[in-house]
Nanobody
């Protein structure tokens, strides 16, 4: 069964660091581009960071540049999003995504709340 499962969400204080993980099962991530997206109620889902599988090109949204880092561990078949200096506006449901040609998989999402 093909699945992406996020973990690592929760409630954190402003300024804290938190790493999200996304474990893939039923397929290997090697050939897939990977990405993290987030969504708050009433707004469209937005791209946070993506990494190409071809040349490793990485994209970050302006709002997270310098604070977030996307990475992958092909041995463990896991994607990570390291998030530092968290702000209240980073509060959202975070989703991971793996896509390649006609294949496009999403995780179920994990809630992250940044609040004092």
């Amino acid at each position: 069964q093909v699945q992406l499962l996020e973990s690592g969400g929760g409630l954190v204080q402003p300024g804290a660091a938190l790493r999200l993980s996304c474990a893939a099962s039923g397929f290997t991530l090697d050939d897939y581009a990977i990405g993290w997206f987030r969504q708050v109620p009433g707004k469209e889902r937005e791209g946070v960071s993506c990494r190409s599988s071809r040349d490793g090109t990485i994209y970050y949204a302006d709002s997270v540049k310098g604070r977030f880092t996307i990475s992958r561990d092909n041995v463990k078949n896991v994607v990570y999003l390291q998030r530092n200096s968290l702000k209240p506006e980073d509060t959202a449901v975070y989703y991971c995504r793996a896509f390649w040609n006609a294949y496009d998989y999403w995780g179920q999402g994990t809630q992250v709340t940044v609040s004092s």
